[in-house]
């Protein structure tokens, strides 16, 4: 209950945005899910987007970045236990996040859309706390690197895919349902993966897939330490391999490994990532020895997309936050969102927020798509596209998002802040901006027809003067791209412009479609947010992007 305060009444502040439901109030969101296959989720996805939206999920999540993770070296009696304590509001998120399948859908559903209905399930829980996302979605994607090794798939699936979540310190066999998390970055390797430090030995004189193995070296970066199973990358006989290690052994001691830190993040705090030494860690080997970075880029592809979705989720919140802010806020007479200049920078946010949320999804939908060659090589190419351009778009998103809050927003107890701190990190997870534009050039040297089905793609909305200029202008360079690395970004910027616009032509509302070619494709108007607002049908505009 609020207390009444003697010396003023407290008024013109709009309180917090509770009881929306981020998915069934959000028509973009669902208009995408139904055009890509994923409608038959639409019951599963309103019932996540309620809890999304709800007061007790903004509660847990505050709660979870106040408190954040402690590393454990020993217990009490002196005993080496490498644990991390999270807060019970931690332990909760996660068990509402993997009750929603949003680490299994994909999996478990045999149908199609199933992909873009778990992408869906990623994109609403990134609107509720980034955190839990990690170990979300590195469990989604552990799937991909397991199958290289059939019988690890077989044996551990069931347990990945349950729709539970078990926190306690003890053997993966223990357990319905488990996480599974990575170690791969060294200290003098970074993207570089080719340089692991590592070694591996096998424990004992079998050989083969299914002999365990013993490791020895340190891991810079290990998300979710705490997890059952981890992914990790070490040098054998026959070069960088991929490994899959327990967290604790099967009479209950904890693997050989010891955590020297837990990293003090910028942002994601929530969420626990250290640097470990493995010491005849144990571990068995995934897929082929001498082929690990093969095994760790199917599911990095996985990720990356992943982190796009995320970050377009991350964007849909700070969006929603600012029209909820600037609708029930006035100032000189007038709410917020009625004054013009405003009223522009805050449909300029929804337009941004509309094409991430199309392009995402589009993606998701190349996954489900089996052994289409069309999809397959478009998802190669904008997979990684769609990982720069959103994840570097989210950024600038948030400031903007953030200023139309004025100081409030800049205050650590409010959402603002947390989603301000946290947009930068995708950008830098499963690799940097240069990273992956240089991903997008050996897609081409690779596979030179991933150009074809993606201007393919772009031009199902051919017709439009503006695209078709764009992707004329685009097409030398892009297929030539070898040859132009230095400009690697800005023709990876042009394709994601394209692909969006062409997906907005195609499926958005007609003024979302008309304000983005206009003043993305064709920069009239100048590049600030504001600039794609100034239409007579910004309030149109904004009005299709509220929740409610």
């Known amino acids: 209950m609020r207390t ?39 019951d599963q996805l309103a019932s996540t987007g309620a809890v999304v939206g709800s007061a007790e999920v903004q509660v847990l999540a505050r709660q979870a970045n106040k408190a954040t993770p402690e590393l454990v070296t020993h217990d009490r009696f002196g005993h080496r236990v490498d644990e991390v304590d999270l807060h019970p509001a931690w332990h909760r998120l996660m068990e509402l996040a993997f009750q929603s399948g949003a680490h299994s859908l994909a999996w478990r559903e045999r149908r199609a859309g199933a992909h ?12 509720a706390e980034n955190g839990v996302c990690c170990p979300m979605g590195m469990t989604f994607a552990s799937v991909a690197a397991l199958r290289h090794s059939p019988e690890l798939a077989a044996a ?48 004992s004189s079998a050989q083969g897939s299914g002999a365990p193995y013993l490791l020895t070296g340190h891991k810079w970066f290990f998300s979710v330490p705490q997890s059952d199973l981890f992914l990790t990358l070490a040098q054998t006989e026959r070069g960088v391999s991929c490994f899959l290690a327990r967290g604790w052994l099967p009479d209950g001691r904890r693997n050989r490994l010891r955590l020297q830190r837990l990293k003090d993040k910028c942002g994601n705090r929530s969420n626990a990532s250290s640097e470990v030494e493995f010491a005849d860690l144990e571990a068995v080997l995934v897929g082929e020895e001498g082929r690990g970075i093969r095994a760790i880029i199917e599911m990095a592809h996985l990720t990356r997309l992943d ?17 909820h802010h600037t609708r029930n806020r006035t100032a000189f007479q007038r709410r917020l969102v009625d004054l013009p200049i405003m009223r522009s920078v805050v449909a300029d946010l929804a337009v941004e927020s509309e094409a991430a949320t199309w392009l995402t999804l589009r993606l998701a939908s190349t996954l489900d798509a089996g052994d289409d060659a069309h999809e397959r090589l478009l998802g190669r190419i904008a997979t990684p596209v769609a990982k720069y351009w959103v994840c570097k778009r989210a950024v600038g998103f948030v400031a903007e998002a953030l200023e139309c809050h ?7 107890n409010h959402l603002m802040a947390r989603l301000y701190r946290e947009a930068p990190l995708n950008g830098i997870w499963e690799g940097t901006g240069n990273v992956i534009c240089l991903d997008v050039a050996r897609a081409v040297a690779r596979e030179p027809e991933t150009v074809d089905a993606f201007l393919a793609e772009v031009r199902r909305a051919s017709g439009e003067p503006a695209l078709d200029r764009a992707v004329q202008e ?67 505009i904004i009005d299709g992007a509220a929740l409610g």
């Open 4 to 42: 009444s305060l003697d010396t003023h009444e407290v008024i013109n502040q709009p309180g917090d945005l509770v009881g929306a439901n981020a998915y069934a109030d959000d028509r973009a969101l669902t208009e995408a899910v139904e055009a890509f296959g994923g409608g038959w989720a639409a």
């Open 116 to 127: 873009v209905a778990r992408a869906a399930l990623s994109y609403l829980w990134n609107q």
């Open 156 to 203: 551990w699936e069931p347990r990945i895919l349950a729709d539970a979540y078990d926190p306690r310190p003890r053997p993966a066999e223990d357990k319905r349902g488990i996480t599974v998390g990575m170690a791969m970055t060294e200290k003098q390797g970074g993207s570089d993966l080719r340089r692991t430090q590592t070694t591996a030995r096998p424990a």
């Open 307 to 323: 982190f796009a979705v995320g970050s377009a989720g991350l964007m849909r919140q700070a969006l929603s936050q600012a029209i």
């Open 406 to 412: 004025g100081g409030n927003g800049f205050i650590e």
């Open 474 to 540: 685009l097409e030398p360079v892009l297929r030539d791209i070898a040859r132009h690395e230095a400009a690697a970004r800005w023709v990876v910027e042009r394709m994601a412009l394209v692909l969006c616009a062409s997906l907005l032509l195609r499926h958005a509302p007609r003024e979302v479609a008309d304000a983005y070619v206009a003043h993305r494709l064709a920069n009239a108007g100048g590049l600030h947010y504001g600039a794609s607002g100034q239409t007579a049908a910004a309030q149109a």
